[in-house]
T-cell receptor, first 113, second 116 residues
Framework: AQSVTQLGSHVSVSEGALVLLRCNYS??????LFWYVQYPNQGLQLLLK??????LVKGINGFEAEFKKSETSFHLTKPSAHMSDAAEYFC???????????FGGGTRVLVKP | DTGVSQDPRHKITKRGQNVTFRCDPI?????LYWYRQTLGQGPEFLTY????????KSRLLSDRFSAERPKGSFSTLEIQRTEQGDSAMYLC??????????????FGPGTRLTVL
């Protein structure tokens, strides 16, 4: 069975500082990988996805993620945090031949002025 | 607005009562998914439909849960004899179908269920 591990349930960053959210997956074959963001009392919005094209994926709102097969990782970064980045972030995997998403436990980001 | 909509947004019920939630997907999407999200956790897959056919169900979906998508458009999720452990956010998502393709799932705002 697939699983997703997000290291750190809470991350606090200063405005303007680097945001780094870690995601590791377990899968026998390279899956499709996603990062979603969830603002309070809202559904999930897709930030970016890895589909086996380029290993460095650029998403919305200045976020990007790098797929590293040797490390089974798909960490999310943003060079400079903005107050509006305060939210919960979820990493998810989907088997290439599957349909459902398997999510990590989420990382809540707090941005300090 | 042409996104995924869910109704109601909040539901408070007493233990033992039945509840039903509705999801309206993006109109051209033929796949519809239900997930459950408990506090502090990521969403967990419950079930999905392609058109009106329910193609996969999670073991999380006990006998008290039933989902339908009668005409391949909107879907309902019913929970019978609710228990306090059913308290969660129920999320609906929809996507286009695609063989072995990472079609994005678009999520609705969710229905937050509280069982007293």
């Amino acid at each position: 069975a697939q699983s997703v591990t997000q290291l750190g349930s809470h991350v606090s960053v200063s405005e303007g500082a680097l945001v780094l959210l870690r995601c590791n997956y377990s899968s026998s074959v390279p899956p499709y990988l996603f990062w979603y963001v969830q603002y309070p009392n809202q559904g999930l919005q897709l930030l970016l996805k890895y589909t086996s094209a380029a290993t460095l994926v650029k998403g919305i709102n200045g976020f990007e993620a790098e797929f590293k097969k040797s490390e089974t990782s798909f960490h999310l970064t943003k060079p400079s945090a903005h107050m509006s980045d305060a939210a919960e972030y979820f990493c998810a995997v989907k088997k290439a031949a599957g349909n459902k998403l398997t999510f990590g436990g989420g990382t809540r980001v707090l941005v300090k002025p | 607005d042409t996104g995924v909509s869910q109704d109601p947004r909040h539901k408070i019920t007493k233990r033992g009562q039945n509840v039903t939630f509705r999801c309206d997907p993006i109109s051209e999407h033929n796949r519809l998914y239900w997930y459950r999200q408990t506090l502090g956790q990521g969403p967990e897959f419950l079930t999905y439909f392609q058109n009106e056919a329910q193609l996969e169900k999670s073991r999380l979906l006990s006998d008290r849960f039933s989902a339908e998508r009668p005409k391949g458009s909107f879907s309902t999720l019913e929970i019978q004899r609710t228990e306090q452990g059913d308290s969660a956010m129920y999320l609906c998502a929809s996507s286009l179908a695609g063989l072995n393709s990472p079609r994005e799932q678009f999520f609705g705002p969710g229905t937050r269920l509280t069982v007293l």
